[in-house]
């Protein structure tokens, strides 16, 4: 296994950072993530351009370096022999003696890392999953797509802990994201999702699956989601890069609709999944 550290591939075992990384330090860093489908990387334009928005929200600037990027992990795609992976892009401001103001001059820290990808076991997409609910204690800016996930790793333990497989975000009694994903849920036979704000992350998968359903002519609305309203829900399902769609059947204990995976659902797992594999 191989990393691009920089400008180099180096073996994993020797892929190092400085003590100092200002990643590691502040979790200045912004990240992406990029699935695999059968040696082609889908909608890699999109992640690149919400990477791009992110060094700029957190004044990390790549210059160049953020152009050669595509070409240098197709380059290491390429060399790690996957067909169905995930490639994983990290940028730090870079490493400096420990200090809150950021240096003038200081150059970036970049990796990548393609690892295997496989969508969730078959047993989850049948049954589904369980989650709870959590106050959305995050900073004000989730669009950024920052690697400062300590509140959303808190909650996922939480989650554990309740023997369930995730948490959503709750602020101001709305509904806004899961631990690592965008919510959907259908109410009255449409389709609907929390709207774009920069407390929720304009997921890329979230973005597709609008324009799939809009093609599709299936009614779907960008509406805030009250959670008196999530537990009444027909269907609840959360979506990801790497996850794909992932059906929800019981939140906070309580079965959603029927308590199983519902027929908007496996539609749009259908949609979804012949749209990323090209068929």
């Given at each position: 296994m191989e990393v691009l550290l920089n400008d180099r591939f180096v073996p994993y075992e020797q892929a190092v950072v400085p003590v100092d990384d200002r990643g590691y330090q502040f979790a200045e860093s912004v990240y992406e993530v990029i699935r695999v489908y059968r040696g082609q990387p889908f909608e890699m334009e999109r992640h690149m351009r919400r990477l791009r928005a992110s060094l700029e929200a957190v004044g990390i600037d790549l210059g160049s370096r953020l152009e050669d990027l595509p070409s240098r992990c197709l380059e290491l795609l390429s060399r790690?022999?996957?067909?169905?992976?995930?490639?994983?892009?990290?940028?730090?401001?870079?490493?400096?003696?420990?200090?809150?103001?950021?240096?003038?001059?200081?150059?970036?820290?970049?990796?990548?890392?393609?690892?295997?990808?496989?969508?969730?076991?078959?047993?989850?997409?049948?049954?589904?999953?369980?989650?709870?609910?959590?106050?959305?204690?995050?900073?004000?800016?989730?669009?950024?797509?920052?690697?400062?996930?300590?509140?959303?790793?808190?909650?996922?333990?939480r989650a554990a802990e309740a023997g369930c497989q995730d948490a959503l975000f709750i602020r101001d009694g709305f509904l806004m994201e899961s631990t690592a994903g965008n919510a959907f849920a259908v109410l009255d036979g449409t389709l609907r999702t929390p709207p774009k704000s920069n407390y929720i992350l304009h997921g890329i998968t979230r973005e597709i699956l609008l324009e799939l359903a809009r093609k599709e002519q299936i009614p779907c609305f960008e509406d805030p989601i009250p959670l008196t309203k999530l537990y009444d829900a027909d269907e609840l399902f959360i979506t990801g890069t790497v996850s794909e769609l992932v059906p929800i059947a019981r939140v906070d204990g309580k079965p959603i609709g029927a308590g199983q995976p519902g027929p908007m659902f496996r539609r749009l797992l259908g949609l979804y999944r012949r749209y990323a594999l090209g068929e």
């Open positions: 790690s022999g996957l067909q169905e992976a995930a490639i994983y892009i990290q940028v730090s401001s870079g490493a400096t003696a420990r200090s809150h103001l950021l240096p003038p001059g200081l150059s970036p820290t970049v990796v990548a890392i393609v690892s295997p990808a496989s969508p969730p076991p078959e047993k989850v997409r049948q049954e589904g999953i369980g989650v709870i609910t959590v106050p959305d204690n995050r900073w004000a800016l989730c669009y950024v797509k920052t690697t400062m996930l300590l509140p959303n790793t808190m909650a996922k333990r």
